[in-house]
T-cell receptor, first 109, second 115 residues
Framework: SQQGEEDPQALSIQEGENATMNCSYK?????LQWYRQNSGRGLVHLIL?????REKHSGRLRVTLDTSKKSSSLLITASRAADTASYFC?????????FGAGTRLTVKP | DAGVIQSPRHEVTEMGQEVTLRCKPI?????LFWYRQTMMRGLELLIY????????DSGMPEDRFSAKMPNASFSTLKIQPSEPRDSAVYFC?????????????FGSGTRLTVV
């Protein structure tokens, strides 16, 4: 991948459970972004966290960033079947945005 | 705004043919990016422009690939000659102020199949 890795590669949970996805990166960043991709569609921006921030919330999403460990996590609370998608983290260094391989999340109704 | 518009949505072509993919970014966005997505290699940044000027084309796989942005509202990615290994989904994305403060908006992609 281009300098960003997500784990797990795949995650299957029941509706109502929380889903946690992790992302690691190798180089310095200005910010880190999370995107969602439904099958056969384009990527949709979910949330951006800057390098000087440690945590950010947006609705049912919570993102953390640990620059000392070069890692981030995305937590989706109270998951729904509609959250089924692939989730990608993207690290941004200046204007260069690189994606990891993504986590495939399946939420079973 | 209608978002980032890509055309065509699907393209099937024979090996050796020229392929042109098109992108209309969001009005007012000053950065435009081309990505390629395959199962094997994931999402790869091919090239990006700032104010219509190519900034980094290090991701362009080889000389068969070229990209232009003649004005702020239009960009093309051309493959000549095309090969089966070019089969992928090609995404265009645009943003304001690069990625430093805002998210990127992606188009729906062009699914290219080279037979």
């Amino acid at each position: 991948s281009q300098q960003g890795e997500e784990d797990p590669q795949a995650l299957s949970i029941q509706e109502g459970e929380n889903a946690t996805m992790n992302c690691s990166y190798k180089t310095s960043i200005n910010n880190l972004q999370w995107y969602r991709q439904n099958s056969g569609r384009g990527l949709v921006h979910l949330i951006l966290i800057r390098s000087n921030e440690r945590e950010k919330h947006s609705g049912r999403l919570r993102v953390t960033l640990d620059t000392s460990k070069k890692s981030s996590s995305l937590l989706i609370t109270a998951s729904r079947a509609a959250d089924t998608a692939s989730y990608f983290c993207a690290r941004i260094n200046n204007n260069d945005m690189r994606f990891g391989a993504g986590t495939r999340l399946t939420v079973k109704p | 705004d209608a978002g980032v518009i890509q055309s065509p949505r699907h393209e099937v072509t024979e090996m050796g043919q020229e392929v042109t993919l098109r992108c209309k970014p969001i009005s007012g966005h000053d950065y435009l990016f081309w990505y390629r997505q395959t199962m094997m290699r994931g999402l790869e940044l091919l090239i990006y422009f700032n104010n219509n000027v190519p900034i980094d084309d290090s991701g362009m796989p080889e000389d068969r690939f070229s990209a232009k942005m003649p004005n702020a509202s239009f960009s093309t990615l051309k493959i000549q000659p095309s090969e089966p290994r070019d089969s992928a989904v090609y995404f265009c994305a645009s943003s304001f102020f690069g990625g430093r403060g805002y998210g990127y908006t992606f188009g729906s992609g062009t699914r290219l199949t080279v037979v």
